[in-house]
């Protein structure tokens, strides 16, 4: 399911004095099963961006096609549309509404005329998922869960709509480091065997080098960057300067070239930085 | 050095006494020294947080008690004294900004212990200063971006001159820049102003800056030490460390990954500049 | 989807007129003689008067005329229906009948009591809206509190009720966004707020209060919770940063306030009500 975004622009609060233009011409398409970060500074504007991607804003000046549905047509079915593109919130609070977890999860097939049976297996599914066990939790009440395990729930909540496009806007603030880590195996499984085009909006660089394969970076309304994940974090002083800071990683890397080490560009993780510092330091002729 | 806050066997239950009565904290000893910047980490549910509210006496111990200035916070009339000494900021600044205008919230915490407006107006200006955001002292709040928010609610805290400041998980919720920019005010009030630093966090890459770390697993003090003391190399502290959720900080793990290439790396490597030395020892 | 773009009270909206630079103490004096007199009239010129008056302040503060008027919007359906039931309910011994529909009917007095209340509602919430617009949340609270001082002393809690009202103020807002970040993520999940009809769209509305509350009292317990570590006890023994002053300005929007309110009186000695 293609998303495809031309010209698109957007203000908020038109008509008072607090007017806004929060997106300038926007241009980009999205292609089926890329795994895609969108990063900025805060107020760049990527969650308006991403909250056009299901409807959540309808453009007045320019056009987004979803799958070649236009969301402004007045005949494109909304409620289906968001169906197929989820929205997964930083906060889930927002999105939990009702008391237990498999309710929850079951509210949006059930708005589909769907047959108890097959209800109850998108809910099974999907929270087999995201690592909720369905006895365990089915019958939880949503508000004794634990931060981590409300995010699932809230995921699992959208996967039960079977989406094709994921937009997920900075869903792992506020976890600790195991917490992050689950919702991000979870995310990495949807993507690679769901094939679900992820859209992924993160404050954490760190994040966003791990998992995206391409990143656009926005600031101040406008598309700055839009390249693979290397060529980008490649751009080191360019980021910086509109205030993002750079994967730790990369930041290390960094500072070891500076300090006379030869170092290929583009590293991501930390075992592909090990594995090319052994071969500089080989390279210098040191001991092993 | 002085002891500025002790905990003597603390443990702490929510709504003790009840059948729900659920334990918090458990036989808490730790001591916070006069100048030192000293983090908290755990995960969520640690207990870190509930830990944190004992050091003002937003919370009482159930048992055992908490002394802040050599002041024990067991007893209500030591209360107002103990919140001049231990400051306290939380992870939303939205939550904790009471005031609409920014100079006007950095003033809040001055009127309520009653000084002359000179005075109000010289520690206000000094707030400002010291956290670098004179430029914003007229401005509303919700034209500020959350870092600059956090900042405001750290120089409302600090316009107060208190001995120490307890952070809760300031930067959690800021973009990349203002969780670098809270983290510089956080260091500099240490080095500059010599105000004693507790800090709460997550990241490890905060971790790292601080003179001393406690780490928390459910309701109790599972480590205590130097940065580089608990992210060394041994096994058993890598067990234990992920055990409690924990990573280790990227020089760390470079360090760790080139240690098992067979190189003749430093064991308790937790900056990048360290690592760098290690290596150049090596040509 | 943007609530709070039609939210208008409690919004401040920086300026350097005349009106602005006011002491909140007479700007609240100010619209509270307003808001008397409007209670008080019962003729139509009189209401035109205010009119004219209220229009000038608005013009005064550079306050665009749309947006100072635009909170009325939302209430416009709510008032309507005020309308018509006072129209038809309301009873009075020797009126007009003006028409019969069904078994209601409709009376000249019942009219001009509908007439009346909207335009005191309107009116009411033009005159609060303009202090909010020209006066920043904390002068405010140092004008009311300087003026409800006085009656701390036969014990009313005058600076913590002050202190209530700055915080539910900057709450607003917040709310605001916050409630519309909910509706948003349930139509993210499929729930279609802009479907159905008024019964319908109504139902919808309901689950969206419950993560509300649960935010607002969460907010509302840390902020406490952050009020209470810098030190707030309650009012006594703050001091304040800031200190009123009464300037000439102040001296000729208090002329101004009483020849209109001479006006006023006047205009309603003189004139029959609802003329």
Known sequence: ????????????????????????????????????????????????????????????????????????????????????????????????????????????????????????????????????????????????????????????????????????????????????????????????????????????????????????????????????????????????????ELPEVTVALENLRSAGFHLPNGILSVDEAIEAIAAALQEKGAHH | MNKLIETINLSYCYKAGTKEEVKALEDVNIAVWQGEIIAITGQNGSGKSTLARHFNGLLTPTTGSVLAGGMSTNLKENIREIRKIVGMVFQNPDNQLVSSIVEEDIAFGPENLGLPQTEIIERVEWALNTLKIEEHRREPLHNLSEGQKQQVAIAGVLAMKPDCIVLDEPTAHLDPRGRRDVLESIVRLNREEGITIVLLTHFMNEVIYCDRMIVMDQGSVKMQGTPHQIFCQSEHQKEQLHKMGLDYPVASQLAAGLKLEGFDIATDIIHTKELINSLCQLK | MELTKNITLGVYLPGETIIHRLDPRTKIIAATILIVMLLLSRSYIAYAAVAFFIAMIIVISAIPMGYALRGLKPMLPVLLLMWIFQLFLFRDSDTLVLFNWWIFEATEAGLHMGNLIILRVLFLFTVTTLLTLTTSVVSLTDGLENLLNPLRKVGVPSQELVMTLVIALRFVMILAEELEKIIKAQMARGVAFDQGNFIQKTKKIFPVFLPLFVSAFKRAEELIIAMESRSYTGGKGRTKMKTLHISRADLTAAITILIFTGLMIYINIATEPFI
């Open chain 1, 1 to 244: 399911m293609p998303i495809e975004v031309i010209n698109l622009s957007h203000s908020y609060k038109i008509g008072t004095p607090f007017e806004h233009k929060v997106l300038h011409n926007i241009s980009l398409s999205i292609k089926d099963s890329q795994f895609v970060g969108i990063i900025g500074p805060t107020r760049s504007g990527k969650t308006t961006l991403a909250q056009h991607f299901n409807a959540l804003h309808i453009p007045k000046q320019g056009k987004i096609l979803i799958d070649n549905e236009d969301t402004a047509d007045k005949k494109t079915d909304l409620v289906k549309l968001r169906h197929r593109v989820g929205y997964v919130f930083q906060n889930p609070d927002y999105q939990l509404f009702a008391p237990t977890v498999g309710e929850d999860i079951a509210f949006g097939p059930s708005h589909q005329k769907l047959h108890r049976t097959e209800i109850d297996k998108l809910v099974q599914e999907s929270m087999h998922q995201v690592g909720l066990d369905f006895d365990t939790f089915r019958n939880r009440d949503i508000f004794a869960l634990s931060g981590g395990q409300k995010r699932r729930a809230a995921i699992a909540g959208v996967l039960a709509c079977r989406p094709k496009v994921l937009v997920l806007d900075d869903i792992t603030a506020g976890l600790d480091p195991r917490g992050r880590e689950e919702i991000l195996n979870v995310i990495k499984d949807l993507h690679q065997n769901q094939k679900i085009t992820i859209l992924f909006i993160s404050n954490s660089m760190d994040e966003v080098a791990l998992l995206a394969e391409r990143i656009i970076v926005i600031d101040q309304g406008m598309i700055k960057m839009d390249d693979l994940t290397r060529n980008v974090f490649a751009r080191t002083e360019e980021l910086r300067s509109i205030g993002l």
